[in-house]
């Protein structure tokens, strides 16, 4: 089949337009941390679009799969990326080349930057001949490669671009100085006296002297002198710069658009292989998830929140890894327990989990199987903003009213602490409301809440509780497990632990 993109398997799957703009829940889920991280030092190739947008076609999370597993090839990935070296180091010469102001050394960096695209075109397809290909992306690739690379326009560009910097190599020269005079003349095979002097001059040197002699300067830009000299060496062989110009003017659009297109869009794979390296190394793992669109018998073994992690593993601290399931006619997560307890990060990492799987990356965890959504929304508890004159509890109301509103069958919802803002009483009325509405909608949801309740609304409900250590409720395993709500004894024995149950204080009030 034709090559039309590496990170899209068909034309129809591609972003019709690309958005700068995060998706709306990014920040509540930390995925703005992480796709900032992904992302750093190349914001040369424009990333963020790509993990902005999600895929809605299983067949097209496959493709980016096999293309991963080919990168976890280490000569493979390692030849891709000596592939990008050199394509920057083309952008570079280009880009240096627009900033000079004299004609021919505008030219003479174009040229070099052509040489240096057409070396890596080169490699790239010796490279890609030699590996061991499975995906359908670079299998499409090398083909595509292989064919540009022995075409007549890109034999005639290297061809030419080879020849033309040869006979720039010829151009040799004299400088005849006098005065505030300075003739150019072509190099006539003079002898180089310089070197007879230093012979001759060598038996009167004793011990360490000053050189004398004058650095040429490092800088890419010419004074007006050595502009001048320029130009009047293009009089002294005018075949050869008449050349360089035609050459510059019928070169101008070189780069394939196919070549340039992958050139950026490999750089999604290399980010986030190179981005995972770090919590590889602290032992953690990451699959290839199960991803359906129908079957919401969702699973994930020994994951984790992307971003706490990242953090953690740079503060030195160790990461908690959580397993999770729904089987059968389970939809809801309701999680409860101490505060501080890992119930927000697992509700998070539910989040994360389902939309790094959406992009076709590999997910953190053992082994999973991931729901294929349509939306994902999220209602965490926000500050007030007194740009929409609304109250914290009318805030909550309207944002989950427009989720509801907008949520199918097909969605996944995550809530964090929703109705805070009101009393006991109505917070269990609004909660028990909003789920009823969620389990008719059949979707999958995490609810994290302080409302035991809800954990037992019915067979789509599933409860589980972050755990604490059993002899010391004060102590937060940060693990998330399935069993009964059951937070009024967590209070009753926080309350012993630091002696303010009824008796203890009644006994201090007395004493």
Request: charged share 25%.
């Amino acid at each position: 089949m034709v090559f039309h993109s590496i990170l899209f398997d068909r034309p129809e799957d591609a972003i019709a337009v690309e958005t700068l703009q995060a998706p709306v829940f990014s920040v509540d889920l930390n995925l703005d941390q992480i796709i900032d991280a992904i992302t750093a030092g190349r914001e040369e190739y424009n990333l963020k679009p790509f993990f902005y947008s999600s895929l809605n076609d299983i067949e097209a999370i496959r493709y980016r799969h096999e293309v991963f597993r080919d990168l976890e090839n280490a000569i493979l990935f390692d030849q891709i990326k000596s592939f990008a070296h050199r394509t920057r180091a083309m952008r570079e010469h280009l880009a240096q080349a627009e900033k000079l102001y004299y004609k021919y050394q505008k030219e003479r960096w174009f040229v070099e930057a052509v040489e240096i695209y057409c070396d890596a075109v080169n490699c790239l397809m010796q490279d890609l001949s030699r590996a061991d290909l499975k995906s359908r992306g670079f299998g499409r690739f090398r083909n595509h490669v292989a064919t540009y690379a022995q075409s007549e326009s890109f034999s005639s560009l290297l061809a030419e671009t080879k020849q033309l910097l040869a006979d720039l190599s010829t151009v040799h020269y004299s400088l005849l100085i006098k005065g505030g005079a300075v003739t150019v003349r072509k190099y006539d095979s003079e002898s180089d006296y310089s070197v007879d002097v230093e012979q001759t001059f060598e038996k009167f040197k004793q011990g360490a002297v000053k050189d004398y002699r004058v650095k040429f300067s490092a800088s890419p830009d010419m004074n007006h002198v050595e502009a001048a000299i320029l130009e009047l060496l293009a009089k002294l062989y005018p075949d050869i710069f008449l050349h360089l110009d035609e050459y510059c003017a019928r070169h101008a659009s070189y780069l394939s658009e196919t070549i340039a297109r992958f050139d950026r869009e490999i750089q999604f794979y290399v980010a986030y292989l190179e981005s995972l390296s770090l919590f590889k190394r602290a032992g953690l793992q990451f699959c290839y998830p199960e991803v359906s669109n129908t079957s919401k018998n969702v699973y994930n073994y020994e994951g984790f929140d992307l971003a706490l992690a990242d953090k953690l593993i740079r503060e030195k601290s160790s990461v908690v890894c959580n397993d999770f399931f729904l089987k059968d006619k389970e939809r809801i997560f309701v999680v409860t327990g101490p505060n501080q307890g890992g119930k927000t990060t697992f509700a998070r990492a539910f989040g994360q989990l389902h939309f790094l799987a959406s992009l076709g990356c590999p997910v953190p965890g053992k082994e999973a199987q991931l729901f294929l959504f349509d939306r994902l929304f999220t209602h965490f508890e926000k500050e007030e903003d007194i740009r929409n004159l609304r109250g914290k509890l009318e805030d909550d109301l309207v944002r989950i009213h427009d989720i509801l509103t907008q949520a199918t069958p097909k969605s996944i919802i995550i809530m964090n602490e929703s109705f805070t803002a009101t009393t006991l009483s109505d917070a269990i009325f609004l909660s028990t409301r909003t789920l009823d509405r969620i389990i008719q909608l059949d979707l999958l949801c995490v609810c994290v809440t302080f409302i035991d309740e809800l954990a037992s609304l019915g067979e789509k409900t599933v409860s589980v509780v972050a755990g604490v250590v059993p002899d010391n409720p004060a102590v937060r395993t940060y693990k998330i497990v399935r069993r009964p709500a059951d937070g009024v004894a967590y209070a009753r024995s926080l309350a012993e632990k630091y002696r303010l149950t009824y008796a203890c204080l009644k006994e201090r009030i007395q004493a």
